[in-house]
C-alpha cells in the first residue's frame, strides 16, 4: 500500500510563504505525474500544480508566477512553494501522484489558512 504524507500547512498572514512537502512511500523516480490540487470549503477540488516526469509544469492561473511545485528523487517528497500568499488560498491542500500502471494515490490534505 503506497502511502503520501503532507506537512507544512499552517496559518500565516496576506503575503507570506509556506512550503509544503509531500513524502511517498514508494519511489517518485518512477512516477508519471505530481501534483497538488486544493479545496476549499463548499467547492470542488482543484489543480494548482502538476509536474510530469519529463519535468512539464503546469500551473492554475490564479497561482502562476507564486507558487513552484518541484521534485526531490533521493527524499521521495513533492514541494509545493507558496510565496505571496493571498485569503483566496485558504484551503486543504492535497498531494497527488500517479504511477502507471499500479495507480493514482491521495494524500491526507494539510489545512492552510491566509488571514491577518
Known amino acids: 500500500q503506497v502511502q503520501l504524507v503532507e506537512s507544512g500547512g499552517g496559518l500565516v498572514q496576506p503575503g507570506g510563504s509556506l512550503r509544503l512537502s509531500c513524502a511517498a512511500s514508494?519511489?517518485?523516480?518512477?512516477?508519471?505525474?505530481m501534483a497538488w490540487y486544493r479545496q476549499a470549503p463548499g467547492k470542488q477540488r482543484d489543480l494548482v500544480a502538476r509536474?510530469?516526469?519529463?519535468?512539464?509544469?503546469n500551473y492554475a492561473d490564479s497561482v502562476k508566477g507564486r507558487f513552484t511545485i518541484s521534485r526531490d528523487n533521493a527524499e521521495n517528497t513533492v514541494y509545493l512553494q507558496m510565496n505571496n500568499l493571498k485569503p483566496e488560498d485558504t484551503a486543504v491542500y492535497y498531494c497527488?501522484?500517479?504511477?502507471?500502471?499500479?495507480?493514482?494515490?491521495w494524500g491526507q490534505g494539510t489545512q492552510v489558512t491566509v488571514s491577518s
Open positions: 509536474l510530469t516526469s519529463g519535468g512539464v509544469t
Open positions: 514508494r519511489s517518485l523516480f518512477s512516477s508519471n505525474v
Open positions: 497527488y501522484v500517479l504511477w502507471v500502471p499500479l495507480g493514482a494515490y
